[in-house]
């Protein structure tokens, strides 16, 4: 099975800051790559899909990139609001593996 | 607008089945294009993917767990189930029934103890 590898595990960043997480595939997965934001105690909410395409209501400083094995997801400039784990879901086929998240914190 | 609930048990006993169901508003599982899933979060740990079934009934388990696990379909009260046997405490988790990649129901916590 394809297994995927986030990193860093966490971050601490300042506000306005642009922030980085990668996502590695172990094998090709093409662009099917979805990226989520969970906020403690709430349900994860889809932010990007197909690996760089913005879901409907997700702030313009969220922005993913990458195919094949490589994906990046990008926080233009760090709110407070966007304290939060993110994760990383591969979908080309089954098994969708998930990440291990990565936590992001406000310095 | 596309809703997903879950619904079962809180409480388990180890060795026992959990079962859950997800029922599905604003939207039809019949013919639809998605496959329809089940996710899992052990409390301050990260999600894991149980498993997932399309409308014709055709499914896909995550191998750790697919010894254990049985999703399956009734289009017509526009549901989907998750039966996962001989639980333990490791199975002790928030459980997510989600529609493809993009609307999550709002997890259910399911506690394995006697």
């Known amino acids: 099975d394809i297994q995927m590898t986030q990193s860093p595990s966490s971050l601490s960043a300042s506000v306005g800051d642009r922030v980085t997480i990668t996502c590695r595939a172990s094998?090709?997965?093409?662009?099917?790559l979805a990226w989520y934001q969970q906020k403690p105690g709430k349900v994860p909410k889809l932010l990007i899909y197909?690996?760089?395409t913005l879901q409907s209501g997700v702030p313009s400083r969220f922005s993913g990139s990458g195919s094949g094995t490589d994906f990046t997801l990008t926080i233009s400039s760090l709110q407070p609001e966007d304290v939060a784990a993110y994760y990383c879901?591969?979908?080309?086929?089954?098994?969708?593996?998930f990440g291990q998240g990565t936590k992001v914190e406000i310095k | 607008q596309l809703q997903l609930q879950e619904s079962g048990p809180g409480l388990v006993k180890p060795s026992e089945t959990l079962s859950l169901t997800c029922t599905v508003s604003?939207?039809?599982?019949?013919?639809?294009?998605?496959?329809w899933g089940w996710i899992r979060q052990p409390p301050g740990k990260g999600l894991e993917w149980i498993g997932h079934?399309?409308?014709?009934?055709?499914?896909n388990y995550n191998p750790s767990l697919k010894s254990r696990v049985t999703i399956s379909v009734d289009t017509s009260k526009n549901q989907f189930s998750l039966k996962l046997s001989s639980v333990t405490a490791a199975d002790t988790a928030v459980y997510y029934c989600?529609?493809?990649?993009?609307?999550w129901g709002q997890g259910t916590l399911v506690t394995v103890s006697s």
């Open positions: 989600a529609r493809g990649v993009g609307t």
């Open positions: 604003g939207g039809s599982i019949s013919g639809s294009i998605y496959y």
């Open positions: 079934i399309y409308h014709s009934g055709g499914t």
């Open positions: 094998q090709g997965i093409s662009n099917y």
């Open positions: 197909s690996a760089s």
């Open positions: 879901q591969k979908y080309n086929s089954a098994p969708w593996t």
